[in-house]
């Protein structure tokens, strides 16, 4: 999400590092680096502005510059800086003491409105709660109909009215529908709109009017450029929304819009969209986040993806058999589809601290084709053959390599790397510690 | 809009695709960029931030360009979403503009301002030939950024022009996306090739392309679903998409449009590079401009990769799609009057 500017805030620090004491001139280099990185990162300028300054204020205190390791004060300042214009800690959805709740959902056109007005009802579902969704995009052509389909893919009821064009009457007649059949969160899903047509603004804070929501929730893509705070200040003024959906974060933006939003509005970021799939919706955490920036790593992410991929018994299983130097070609091929389940390896790899940095200078490029070859040519095995590896003689070799569409110095390369592993996994097992391979 | 406009757009669609201009529709550009210049700046005048006014007015209302001037230039290019690099280099030139005595008043920088970013977007005007029987076009794009409304615009355009289009519902995703072609591909009078949700993108885009051949269409148009560039199994799928249409169709598609929204940061850099590297984008289209008024962008990726801007979406309804006009783009963000004096 945010490597690049990881990237360069780690430039800046190392060029500072083993100075020992700052000079002005060396805080003035540090600021205009993280202004650079910020503004690509897509934080709008004027709180870029404000950011460095307070930074800026900060590092030239005596904190930074009487401390023996000043590098490390100024990296120190910037995440607490930036986590604090995040917002502190993570901020939960609020819930109307009296039953029914209603959500409603703003944004621009495109923003991932009804694709994550179905991600938040499949989330409170997962949460005990009976949320039912109402269809209020009467202007984009099929929008109701997209979000009946995600309703019956996450097995949520909308409230839907074929043919009807008034937004507001179709809200109101959701909520009473929701009462009626006693759903305790009602989602109101609403059309795109610009912030400058007035009419479609007027139209969202007349179904707000109707419906009296207990939170107005606004959906920002993460890939907005220096609009984002235009774009919230406009919904501010016109609906006063209560917290923000950051959708689109599973690319590569560096995703700035975050910190412009919250800063200028105060209002925080309550979930962040993270994939295509209905349930790929999580919490926001702003203290996380700013560790990333900084490029401290983001192990916490990293083992809730594995909690949520690996099933643990599996895992137990594998365990054993690697400690017996029992692992056969089968269990590699499990091991490997359950790391890829967690999604790209080199998505993964950004999360563990250091190791981006440490991949990039080796120019190490994860290649998941090659990865795809590996389990074409295991699964082009019989099950034999996997077991036993070694029963693989010339003619063996030549018929996989067929099979999966790759050549024999490929099955030859990754048998041999096989049998290496399973030599260590054997000395391992004897209580020896592994050599730290390739580091 | 006057029918005078109307024909105006009409003759520049006529243009962009290299066909002739219809009766009473004139292909003069001067008349139509007034126009479109005059729509953009409506729009624009709403949605100007109040970001980039104080800068613009910094600029314009300076009698003698000094170091603060340069500041505000720099900065109203970082928030047009210029992006850094370019937003250097366009200072740069014009300071070596200024240096050489060519640049005097605050007034002439905004001149070369507006000229430096129009010559870096099109030395040429835009195009999409046709001529092909069928010319098929591939619209490929991030989630969100208005590929669906693009294709049905452009669909409309080409109708109106005697071009008989198909329509390809090649994003089988997405809930309801095919649904939602389909209201358009109705709207602009134009058959739709469809399967059922979840159906395989290239077999649809196959069948599109057989079905244009079979029917004698002019221009076949391809939707995909929208993907982020960094999912790499979608850009594998779209990479065979593409193979596909070329083993229906030699040669085919002739053109590969990526549509990118115009609130788009930085990222958008990522998207165009991306993008490009699993199947050739021959142009960008740029929408939802009226919105924001940014759209930056663009000059950082025409700087890095040399992608043009073909069309610009300017509006919601069916006519506001437009071949791109650097100058009025160009106008639209940095003039004095859409900024200064609100």
């Given amino acids: 999400m945010f490597d690049a500017l990881t990237d360069k805030l780690q430039g800046v620090f190392s060029g500072l590092k083993g100075r020992g004491k700052l000079t002005d001139a060396d805080i003035d280099k540090a600021m205009r680096a993280i202004r650079l990185s910020l503004l690509e990162a897509d934080v709008s300028l004027p709180v870029v502005k404000q950011l460095t300054t307070a930074i800026k204020e900060r590092a030239t205190g005596d904190e930074v510059m009487s401390?023996?390791?000043?590098?490390?004060?100024?990296?120190?300042?910037?995440?607490?800086?930036?986590?604090?214009?995040?917002?502190?800690?993570?901020?939960?959805?609020?819930?109307?003491?009296?039953?029914?709740?209603?959500?409603?959902?703003?944004?621009?056109?495109?923003?991932?409105?009804?694709?994550?007005?179905?991600?938040?009802?499949?989330?409170?579902?997962?949460?005990?709660?009976?949320?039912?969704?109402?269809?209020?995009?009467?202007?984009?052509?099929?929008?109701?109909?997209?979000?009946?389909?995600?309703?019956?893919?996450?097995?949520?009821?909308?409230?839907?009215e074929d043919g009807a064009t008034d937004p507001v009457a179709l809200a109101k007649a959701g909520v009473a529908a929701a009462k009626r059949t006693g759903r305790d969160v009602v989602l109101v899903d609403t059309a795109?709109?610009?912030?400058?047509?007035?009419?479609?603004?007027?139209?969202?804070?007349?179904?707000?009017?109707?419906?009296?929501?207990?939170?107005?929730?606004?959906?920002?893509?993460?890939?907005?450029?220096?609009?984002?705070?235009?774009?919230?200040?406009?919904?501010?003024?016109?609906?006063?929304?209560?917290?923000?959906?950051?959708?689109?974060?599973?690319?590569?933006?560096?995703?700035?819009?975050?910190?412009?939003?919250?800063?200028?509005?105060?209002?925080?970021?309550?979930?962040v969209g993270t994939g295509e799939k209905v349930d790929s919706l999580e919490a926001f955490h702003p203290d996380r986040m700013a560790s990333r920036?900084?490029?401290?790593?983001?192990?916490?992410?990293?083992?809730?993806?594995?909690?949520?991929?690996?099933?643990?018994?599996?895992?137990?299983?594998?365990?054993?058999?690697?400690?017996?130097?029992?692992?056969?070609?089968?269990?590699?091929?499990?091991?490997?589809?359950?790391?890829?389940?967690?999604?790209?390896?080199?998505?993964?790899?950004?999360?563990?601290?250091?190791?981006?940095?440490?991949a990039k200078m080796k120019d190490v490029q994860v290649d998941e084709r090659r990865i795809d070859r590996v389990e074409a040519i295991i699964s082009s095995m019989t099950l034999p053959e996997r077991a036993r590896p070694d029963i693989i003689n010339g003619s063996r070799r030549r018929r996989i390599a067929q099979g999966s569409?790759?050549?024999?110095?490929?099955?030859?390369?990754?048998?041999?790397?096989?049998?290496?592993?399973?030599?260590?996994?054997?000395?391992?097992?004897?209580?020896?510690?592994?050599?730290?391979?390739?580091? | 809009m006057s029918d005078g406009q109307a024909d105006a757009d009409l003759g520049a669609f006529a243009g962009l695709f290299g066909l002739q201009p219809p009766a009473g529709a004139s292909d003069d550009g001067e008349p139509r960029r007034r126009g479109l210049f005059r729509r953009l700046r409506d729009a624009?005048?709403?949605?100007?931030?109040?970001?980039?006014?104080?800068?613009?007015?910094?600029?314009?209302?300076?009698?003698?360009?000094?170091?603060?001037t340069w500041d505000d230039l720099e900065e109203a290019l970082i928030m047009a979403d210029c992006g850094m690099p370019a937003t250097m280099d366009i200072v740069e030139t014009l300071r070596d503009e200024a240096g050489a005595g060519r640049i005097t008043s605050g007034e002439s920088l905004g001149r070369a301002l507006t000229d430096e970013i129009a010559g870096r977007l099109s030395p040429e005007p835009p195009r999409i030939a046709l001529g092909h029987d069928p010319t098929v076009i591939l619209v490929v794009g991030?989630?969100?950024?208005?590929?669906?409304?693009?294709?049905?615009?452009?669909?409309?355009?080409?109708?109106?022009?005697?071009?008989?289009?198909?329509?390809?519902?090649?994003?089988?995703?997405?809930?309801?996306?095919?649904?939602?072609?389909?209201?358009?591909?109705?709207?602009?009078?134009?058959?739709?090739?469809?399967?059922?949700?979840?159906?395989?993108?290239?077999?649809?885009?196959?069948?599109?392309?057989?079905a244009g051949r079979a029917r004698g269409a002019d221009v076949v148009i391809i939707d995909t679903a929208g993907r982020l560039q960094t999912q790499h199994n979608l850009m594998e799928e779209l990479r065979k998409v593409h193979g596909v249409v070329g083993k229906a169709m030699d040669g085919a598609p002739?053109?590969?449009?990526?549509v990118i929204d115009s609130t788009t940061g930085q990222n958008g850099l990522s998207q165009a590079r991306l993008f490009s590297e699993s199947v050739p984008v021959t142009g960008l289209v740029l929408t939802k401009f009226d919105g924001v008024a940014r759209g930056g962008i663009v000059l950082a990726i025409e700087r890095e990769l040399g992608i043009p801007v073909t069309l610009m979406g300017v509006g919601e309804t069916i006519g506001d799609l437009q071949p791109f006009d650097a100058r009025a783009f160009a106008e639209a963000i940095f003039s004095p009057a859409s900024g200064a004096g609100q």
């Fill in chain 2, 44 to 68: 624009v005048a709403s949605s100007q931030s109040q970001a980039i006014s104080p800068q613009l007015a910094g600029i314009y209302q300076s009698k003698l360009v000094s170091d603060d």
């Fill in chain 1, 192 to 271: 795109g709109r610009l912030t400058i047509d007035t009419d479609m603004m007027d139209e969202l804070v007349a179904i707000r009017d109707a419906v009296k929501p207990t939170s107005v929730i606004l959906v920002v893509d993460a890939m907005t450029g220096q609009t984002a705070v235009d774009v919230a200040v406009a919904f501010q003024d016109a609906v006063q929304f209560d917290g923000v959906i950051l959708s689109k974060l599973d690319g590569d933006a560096r995703g700035g819009a975050a910190l412009s939003v919250r800063s200028v509005t105060g209002k925080p970021i309550l979930f």
């Fill in chain 2, 142 to 210: 991030v989630n969100g950024s208005g590929k669906t409304t693009t294709i049905g615009k452009l669909a409309h355009r080409l109708t109106e022009l005697g071009q008989k289009v198909v329509i390809g519902a090649g994003d089988t995703f997405r809930a309801a996306a095919v649904e939602q072609l389909a209201v358009w591909a109705d709207r602009a009078g134009v058959d739709i090739v469809r399967q059922a949700p979840g159906a395989d993108p290239g077999a649809v885009a196959f069948d599109a392309v057989a």
């Fill in chain 1, 293 to 358: 920036i900084l490029g401290m790593g983001d192990v916490l992410s990293l083992i809730e993806k594995a909690q949520q991929n690996v099933d643990e018994d599996d895992a137990k299983r594998i365990q054993d058999k690697m400690r017996g130097g029992n692992l056969t070609l089968d269990d590699f091929l499990d091991q490997l589809r359950q790391v890829r389940k967690m999604g790209p390896i080199g998505q993964l790899m950004g999360m563990i601290p250091g190791f981006d940095k440490a």
């Fill in chain 1, 67 to 160: 401390s023996i390791t000043p590098d490390q004060q100024v990296v120190k300042i910037v995440n607490e800086e930036l986590t604090r214009l995040m917002g502190g800690t993570n901020v939960s959805l609020a819930m109307s003491p009296t039953p029914p709740t209603v959500i409603l959902m703003a944004g621009l056109q495109g923003s991932g409105k009804t694709t994550h007005t179905a991600k938040l009802a499949r989330l409170l579902a997962a949460e005990g709660r009976a949320p039912l969704m109402v269809a209020c995009d009467v202007h984009r052509p099929a929008a109701m109909e997209q979000l009946a389909v995600l309703g019956e893919q996450i097995d949520v009821p909308v409230h839907r």
């Fill in chain 1, 405 to 439: 569409g790759t050549t024999v110095q490929e099955v030859n390369q990754l048998l041999a790397q096989f049998k290496q592993m399973q030599k260590l996994m054997k000395r391992m097992g004897k209580g020896g510690l592994p050599p730290m391979l390739g580091v």
């Fill in chain 2, 254 to 258: 002739h053109h590969v449009l990526l």
